[in-house]
């Protein structure tokens, strides 16, 4: 069974202060992770995909990278607009199936 | 349109009622997902559809809950005989292929009174 697990659970920044979200996975063999942001009220809104360990991929003040076994989401300089619960979810090759699994997310607070 | 439709937004419905969410996937797409999101809860796998394929229905909670895809396009979700832990967020999400990003609806609110 595929596992995500995310942390910290929460995170509240001063704008301006870099840091860095944790996605721990557990999948007998990865197709693809991918990172969502979701907001109050919305659905989540699709941020990055990585399918093999060493990539990076990089958006404005977000830049996701990949191990084996984990994904980090590094903020760098972030604005109160970044606040946000930030999702990471995993796409595994067992058994033919093509759900995703999510973690539980990390909420992103961004202090002005 | 541009992005996945849900539809109705909101949905109050009383316990032991039948209730029907429809997803308008992005046109072209051909896998279609459904996830429940309870209040602070993790999204949790209900169906996946993917083309003319058998559906992957490992993630219905129960037998009240089935869902259709006609046509490779519309998809619409029945929970039949609602119970107060059915509500929750109900989201829909559509990928042109099997393993590319998948990008979600806003969501059907449930509340079960």
């Known amino acids: 069974e595929d596992q995500v697990t995310q942390s910290p659970e929460a995170l509240r920044l001063q704008e301006g202060e870099s840091s860095s979200l944790n996605c721990s996975y557990t999948v007998s063999g990865l197709r693809g992770l991918f990172w969502y942001r979701q907001d109050p009220g919305k659905g989540p809104e699709f941020l990055f995909t990585l399918y093999s360990a060493g990539e990076e991929k990089e958006k404005e003040r977000l830049k996701a990278t990949l191990t084996k076994k984990e994904s980090f989401l590094h903020i760098t300089a972030p604005k109160p607009e970044d606040s946000a619960t930030y999702l990471c979810a995993v796409q595994g090759v067992g058994a033919g199936s093509y759900q995703l699994t999510f973690g539980k997310g990390t909420k992103l607070s961004v202090i002005p | 349109g541009a992005g996945v439709s849900q539809s109705p937004s909101n949905k109050v419905t009383e316990k032991g009622k039948d209730v029907e969410l429809r997803c308008d996937p992005i046109?072209?797409?051909?896998?279609l997902y459904w996830y429940r999101q309870s209040l602070g809860q993790g999204l949790e796998f209900l169906i996946y559809f993917q083309g003319n394929s058998a559906p992957d229905k490992s993630g219905l909670p129960s037998d009240r809950f089935s869902a259709e895809r006609t046509g490779g396009s519309v998809s619409t979700l029945t929970i039949q005989r609602t119970q107060q832990e059915d509500s929750a967020v109900y989201l829909c999400a559509s990928s042109l292929t099997t393993n590319t990003e998948a990008f979600f609806g806003q969501g059907t609110r449930l509340t079960v009174v």
């Open positions: 046109s072209g797409h051909t896998a």
